[in-house]
């Protein structure tokens, strides 16, 4: 065969050019109507790839915020996206539009990495009907857990317990509490999905833990990103194993735990868990190809409820224990409550919660100030909405900026500071905010939130009824200034944890 010559080449050139940039129209005439959000001129092909700063993303889209306004499109490749600034964007968009932005956009990795029709989890589970079965299973299992056998409560009790002893050890030295935190919340995910806890030196435990932020590493930044908006690049063979090797051996971990798990499973016996849970689902879903329970759902499931669980939560109280470093005067106030309501020497419970609205609105403010998923989540809508006066296609990616309402100036009297007396009124009463809204809202919130607030208040006012946190002597005070990232605290740092 002849190959074709320089001057036969260019027609095809020019042909292969137009195609491109005709394909390329197509994807972005929805730009064309007029109450489309505003947004900087994409490029054909990459759209805004290149207007994006990689390196610095919440400073990037600042700028962007301050040039088009609250809502503001991007055009990643052939994805649309939209950005939703403020309280009464993000509430329209998921409370009063609730239904028609549910949808995710897809991740096209993780078909690759056992994710299939039938096994999307719940996350990243487009809207429809494996994704709603699969949220009703989950937040009914945590809701009826261990009816008559050890509630949950009790299991974040016990391991409040341990999460003090190990503490206790560490008395009069510094040491960073981050890995401690990590464990102990992972070890709650444990027991509601295995009904057990591992030991803290377990090196099963400190490797399970290790490949889960390894898996989160991984699907940050502008790899995963980039092969995500060109998926035709993910058929090149070995690159998903080569780009998440994480992942896949988080998979195979969870593979080995299950296969575990099934050995003492009696089908005949009450479930101990939502491992079991889920196994008699499958058992009466036999024979049902439509159905969503199946066992690589269950291993997508469980991944999920570990990776969304897990470092979110130690992520806030690690902040927490920060933030009384740095306020040495709430911490006193809360000591004070826990002594006056709970005393030195019973655990804390739930009930007690109600009787302590100091140490509530403290948590709270907790979590408004450290703000751990700024962008939360992205969303999709599956219909044509009407959003602030500007009209956003089926099919458009939306980014809700949390950050946005949780430090929103017009709301919040210091919305920069850590400030407890936001969720408190002149009587010292607790008061709720709608601007409040870490776990985001409408039916794609958080469905941890009940367990991650039974955590955050049994295991911050236990640490707190039985130590006293300071910095280390000659050590630099850690700052809570600067950038707000997404699951970090803003600086890796050490206390010291004194009996009281
Ligand atoms: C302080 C701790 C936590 C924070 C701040 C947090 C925050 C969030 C946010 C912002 C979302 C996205 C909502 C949206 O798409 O609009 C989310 C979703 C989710 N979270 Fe949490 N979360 C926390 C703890 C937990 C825990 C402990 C669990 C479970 C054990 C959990 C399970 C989930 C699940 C399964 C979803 C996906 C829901 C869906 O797509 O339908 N989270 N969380
Ligand atoms: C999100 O909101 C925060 C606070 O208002 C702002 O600093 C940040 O630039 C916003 N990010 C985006 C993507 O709009």
């Known amino acids: 065969m002849r190959l074709p010559t320089g001057a036969e080449l260019w027609p095809i050139a020019i042909f292969t050019v137009i195609f491109i940039l005709l394909v390329d129209l197509m994807h972005r005439r929805q730009r064309w109507t007029a109450r489309y959000p505003p947004g900087p001129m994409p490029w054909p092909v990459l759209g805004n790839l290149l207007h994006m700063d990689f390196q610095n993303m919440p400073a990037g889209f600042q700028k962007l915020r301050g040039r088009y306004g609250d809502l503001f499109s991007l055009q990643l490749a052939s994805e649309s996206v939209v950005v939703l600034n403020g309280l009464t964007a993000l509430r329209e968009a998921l409370v009063?539009?609730?239904?028609?932005?549910?949808?995710?956009?897809?991740?096209?990795?993780?078909?690759?990495l056992g994710f299939g029709p039938r096994s999307q989890g719940v996350v990243l589970a487009?809207?429809?009907?494996?994704?709603?079965?699969?949220?009703?299973?989950?937040?009914?299992?945590?809701r009826h857990f261990g009816l008559g056998k050890k509630s949950l409560?009790?299991?974040?009790?016990?391991?409040?317990?341990?999460?003090?002893?190990?503490?206790?050890?560490?008395?009069?030295?510094?040491?960073?509490?981050?890995?401690?935190?990590?464990?102990?919340?992972?070890?709650?995910?444990?027991?509601l999905l295995y009904a057990c806890r591992f030991e803290y030196d377990d090196p099963r435990f400190i490797r399970l833990l290790g490949l889960l932020k390894e898996t989160l590493k991984e699907e940050a930044g502008f790899l995963p990103m980039f092969l995500?908006?060109?998926?035709?690049?993910?058929?090149?063979?070995?690159?998903?194993?080569?780009?998440?090797?994480?992942?896949?051996?988080?998979?195979?971990?969870?593979?080995?735990?299950?296969?575990?798990?099934?050995?003492?499973?009696?089908?005949?016996?009450?479930?101990?868990?939502?491992?079991?849970?889920?196994?008699?689902?499958?058992?009466?879903?036999k024979g049902n190809?439509?159905?969503s329970f199946n066992d690589e759902n269950l291993r997508t499931v469980v991944g999920d409820l570990f990776s969304a669980g897990m470092v979110t939560t130690s992520t806030t109280l690690s902040w927490a224990l920060m933030l009384m470093i740095l306020h040495p005067d709430v911490q006193r106030r809360v000591q004070q409550e826990i002594d006056e309501v709970i005393g030195q020497v019973?655990?804390?419970?739930?009930?007690?919660?109600?009787?302590?609205?100091?140490?509530?609105?403290?948590?709270?403010?907790?979590?408004?100030?450290?703000?751990?998923?700024?962008?939360?989540?992205?969303?999709?809508?599956?219909?044509?909405?009407?959003?602030?006066?500007?009209l956003i296609p089926k099919g458009t990616t939306l980014i809700t900026n949390l950050s946005s309402a949780l430090k929103d100036g017009t709301v919040w009297e210091k919305p920069l500071c850590f400030h407890p007396e936001h969720f408190l009124d002149a009587q010292g009463h607790f008061v709720k905010h709608e601007a409040f809204m870490p776990f985001s809202a409408g039916r794609r919130s958080c469905l941890g939130e009940p367990l991650a607030r039974m955590e955050l208040f049994l295991f911050f006012t236990c640490l707190l009824q039985r130590f006293s946190i300071s910095v280390p002597d000659g050590q630099p005070q850690p700052s809570d200034h600067g950038v707000f990232r997404a699951l970090t605290t803003p600086c890796p740092y050490q206390l010291c944890a004194l009996p009281r």
Request: proline share 9%; charged share 25%; glycine share 4%.
């Open 96 to 112: 009063k539009h609730s239904e028609d932005t549910a949808d995710r956009p897809p991740l096209h990795f993780n078909d690759q």
């Open 289 to 291: 190809p439509e159905s």
């Open 346 to 390: 019973q655990c804390p419970e739930m009930a007690d919660q109600a009787r302590m609205p100091y140490t509530n609105a403290v948590i709270h403010e907790v979590q408004r100030f450290a703000d751990i998923l700024p962008l939360g989540v992205p969303h999709k809508t599956s219909r044509d909405i009407e959003l602030q006066g500007f």
């Open 126 to 142: 487009r809207y429809g009907p494996a994704w709603r079965q699969q949220r009703r299973f989950s937040v009914s299992t945590m």
């Open 153 to 191: 409560e009790q299991w974040v009790t016990e391991e409040a317990r341990c999460l003090c002893a190990a503490f206790a050890d560490h008395t009069g030295h510094p040491f960073s509490p981050n890995t401690l935190l990590d464990k102990a919340v992972c070890n709650v995910i444990a027991s």
């Open 228 to 285: 995500n908006v060109f998926p035709m690049l993910l058929r090149i063979p070995g690159l998903v194993g080569k780009v998440f090797p994480g992942k896949r051996a988080f998979v195979t971990m969870l593979d080995e735990l299950l296969a575990e798990h099934k050995t003492t499973w009696d089908p005949t016996q009450p479930p101990r868990d939502l491992t079991d849970a889920f196994l008699a689902e499958v058992e009466k879903a």
